[in-house]
């Protein structure tokens, strides 16, 4: 498609407003830069710290990572070598999120252009208008809780390969429409190489080939080529579409049917499949509102306390999300051909959510999966702007400057949130205040409230945090407020009262809860080490038997029961310990370090045999980086000499 005198012009002033758009992010981010960490950070980065103390190999750390179906490796080399220059530095993990965000953001600028001048109503400032909408997603103050919530660099890889191979695709496309040499390379060379690289670094990247198929159907037209290679061009285009986005299409849904039972699995989850469909078709007009309107109460990283959808009156905004979705899709399917750009953002918006907001048992509210889907929004909303300014009266001329005027007038908007916000999120104590602020009834900042202030060993504050997030606790997660009273007076070593054990008793039912499984490791690892003599640990030893003793299995249930094993063993009753830690170690597919620790009870018990067996399956684990398990089995082997 020939540039029009407006896009030919872009030259050097865009590329000097686009390193400006860059600068301008990179300073109002840096206050942000000094906060905390956050949920799941300390987690998935505790591999991190081990590789640093010489427990792990880099390896153990890029392959043996279990947060997701793939291992996301590549999120995990870029953590290790941030590791190798920066050790253990959150600035400079945060510092390297903040740089991706910036290298994404020119991706995001170029995709952009050359999409908008797809549409002939944004075609003749399609790169400023790219420019300005690359600058505003940059900007937007919804990007702050994944840009600093430190693991969301997986997402944030994801959608950077993501954007790439669009781009490849993008790029292949038109130069066979133009009949243009190429092609070749940049699909079937550079796509499936983004492909990998978006794989290796977060499932959502699995959702490259359906949003391909999206740009396919609104925004290009059957495969035509102008060219020396008119014949060769469509055919080049028809086998790559077959090889990379039919069939990774028809494989994706028949693993779904397939897999149904393992993926679909709602036991651990206060929701059923079908409240959680009703729950996101109300939360993705949340995002919308959140992103175009970025204020109050909406931002932030805790939304554990939205409310569930457990009808379609209940609550009533749930019948009119769901008619509102049916509405937008029939209204962006009708103007396929007329308002391309507001087709393909609807349909990019929702595919990009397809994942992580439908039917998987996932939590259900987090801001950064807008990350990419928020592409959608901008091209949906400018595409429906200049669809409605070509059909006023007026004409288009004073409509177009009014729209640039919007979107120039959003970017200091947006910048000075932005800069609030970072600014907020890099002093922990203002953080933490917004958070209590902000969202009273979340039950994960009452959490981590509490944890602050056992810590500072202030139990009158740890006991009322725990007061004010119980209301707010589900049945299901009963045993988790109990265990942290127990914990708040071990840490803060004060006798716990009667009570305390009475109501845990009457809580200890049901199945291990992801809140729980949190908690009770927490309290049992405290007891083991010796930093817990006021725990009567005998007592929540029995509790544990009967509770564990009503589970039904599942990654929750052999987590919870080493931890009892390891409260067993400190009060020596090393049968009961033998028994709940062969049980993990088996449900758990012979964890190692589970069967570190068995072998040693086997040893106090002077059971050989066993002893035998465990050091035969430990050996399969040595070498594969964890010296930490490489280290016991060579001192097991020096013992059975």
């Known amino acids: 498609m020939k540039l029009s005198t407006e896009n030919s012009a872009f030259g050097w002033r865009g590329v000097l407003a686009i390193l400006a758009v860059l600068a301008l992010t990179a300073w109002i981010y840096l206050p942000g830069l000094t906060g905390p960490t956050l949920l799941d950070d300390d987690h998935n980065l505790a591999p991190l710290l081990e590789y640093i103390s010489g427990q792990r190999s880099a390896v153990n750390v890029i392959f043996g990572n279990q947060s997701g179906e793939l291992g996301r490796p590549l999120s995990l080399a870029s953590f290790v070598a941030n590791a190798v220059v920066t050790g253990a530095s959150v600035y400079a993990l945060k510092a390297t999120n903040l740089a991706l965000h910036l290298?994404?953001?020119?991706?995001?600028?170029?995709?952009?252009?050359?999409?908008?001048?797809?549409?002939?109503?944004?075609?003749?400032?399609?790169?400023?208008?790219?420019?300005?909408?690359?600058?505003?997603?940059?900007?937007?103050?919804?990007?702050?809780?994944?840009?600093?919530?430190?693991?969301?660099?997986?997402?944030?890889?994801?959608a950077l390969f993501s954007i790439a191979a669009l781009l490849a695709y993008v790029a292949g496309r038109e130069r066979i429409e133009r009949g243009q040499p190429g092609a070749g390379w940049l699909l079937f060379g550079a796509f499936p190489l983004f492909l990998l690289l978006g794989l290796a670094s977060k499932e959502n990247a699995a959702l490259i080939p359906l949003l391909i198929a999206v740009l396919e159907w609104t925004l290009f037209a059957p495969a035509r080529s102008?060219?020396?290679?008119?014949?060769?061009?469509?055919?080049?285009?028809?086998?790559?579409?077959?090889?990379?986005?039919?069939?990774?299409?028809?494989?994706?849904?028949?693993?779904?049917?397939?897999?149904?039972?393992?993926?679909?699995n709602y036991a651990g989850r206060d929701f059923t499949l079908i409240e959680r469909l009703l729950t996101e078709a109300r939360i993705l007009w949340d995002y919308i509102g959140a992103w175009l309107l970025p204020v109050g109460d909406q931002l932030g990283v805790f939304h554990d306390n939205y409310l569930l959808s457990t009808g379609l009156l209940s609550p009533p905004t749930t019948i009119v999300a769901l008619l509102g979705w049916g509405a937008i899709i029939g209204l962006a399917l009708y103007l396929r051909r007329r308002a391309p750009l507001f087709s393909v953002g609807v349909l990019f918006f929702l595919c990009g959510h397809l994942l992580e907001s439908s039917i998987l048992p996932l939590e259900l509210y987090f801001e950064h999966r807008n990350y990419l889907p928020s592409l959608g929004l901008l091209l949906?909303?400018?595409?429906?702007?200049?669809?409605?300014?070509?059909?006023?009266?007026?004409?288009?001329?004073?409509?177009?400057?009014?729209?640039?005027?919007?979107?120039?007038?959003?970017?200091?908007?947006?910048?000075?949130?932005?800069?609030?916000?970072?600014?907020?999120?890099?002093?922990?104590?203002?953080?933490?205040?917004?958070?209590?602020?902000?969202?009273?009834?979340?039950?994960?900042?009452?959490?981590?409230?509490?944890?602050?202030?056992i810590e500072a060993k202030n139990l009158p504050e740890a006991l009322r945090q725990i007061d004010l997030m119980e209301p707010y606790v589900s049945p299901k997660d009963a045993m988790m407020p109990q265990l942290r009273r127990i914990l708040a007076y071990c840490l803060t070593n004060?006798?716990?009262?009667?009570?305390?054990?009475?109501?845990?008793?009457?809580?200890?039912?049901?199945?291990?809860?992801?809140?729980?499984?949190?908690?009770?490791?927490?309290?049992?690892?405290?007891?083991?080490?010796?930093?817990?003599?006021v725990v009567d640990a005998n007592r929540l030893a029995d509790i544990g038997i009967n509770w564990l003793g009503q589970t039904s299995g599942g990654r929750n249930d052999w987590l919870a029961r080493f931890s009892l094993s390891l409260l067993l063993a400190s009060q020596s009753?090393?049968?009961?310990?033998?028994?709940?830690?062969?049980?993990a170690w088996k449900e758990s597919g012979h964890h190692p370090h589970?069967?570190?620790?068995?072998?040693?009870?086997?040893?106090?018990?002077?059971?050989?045999?066993?002893?035998?067996?465990?050091?035969?399956?430990?050996?399969k684990h040595v070498g594969k980086g964890d010296r930490y398990v490489d280290h016991a089995v060579q001192e097991f082997r020096k013992a059975r000499q």
């Open 594 to 619: 589970f069967g570190v620790f068995l072998y040693q009870l086997e040893g106090t018990l002077e059971n050989t045999a066993a002893q035998k067996e465990i050091l035969r399956e430990l050996e």
């Open 226 to 264: 102008t060219g020396s290679n008119s014949n060769s061009g469509p055919k080049l285009l028809k086998t790559w579409l077959a090889l990379f986005v039919a069939i990774p299409v028809g494989l994706g849904m028949v693993a779904l049917i397939w897999l149904h039972d393992g993926l679909l």
């Open 494 to 533: 004060q006798p716990v009262p009667a009570d305390v054990f009475a109501r845990i008793e009457q809580a200890a039912h049901g199945e291990v809860s992801n809140y729980t499984v949190q908690v009770w490791p927490a309290v049992a690892n405290s007891i083991e080490s010796g930093k817990c003599p």
């Open 103 to 158: 290298l994404t953001g020119i991706f995001v600028i170029l995709l952009l252009q050359r999409l908008l001048a797809r549409d002939p109503l944004t075609v003749r400032h399609a790169h400023w208008i790219g420019l300005l909408l690359g600058a505003i997603w940059l900007l937007n103050p919804l990007q702050i809780s994944t840009v600093l919530y430190v693991v969301q660099r997986m997402a944030m890889l994801a």
């Open 380 to 453: 949906a909303l400018t595409g429906l702007v200049a669809w409605l300014s070509q059909r006023l009266p007026q004409g288009t001329s004073i409509s177009h400057r009014l729209g640039f005027l919007i979107l120039i007038a959003l970017l200091p908007a947006y910048a000075f949130t932005t800069w609030v916000q970072a600014s907020i999120w890099g002093k922990p104590t203002l953080f933490w205040a917004q958070q209590e602020a902000s969202h009273p009834d979340s039950v994960r900042v009452r959490a981590e409230l509490s944890n602050q202030a």
């Open 573 to 583: 009753r090393f049968v009961e310990a033998e028994a709940e830690a062969q049980r």
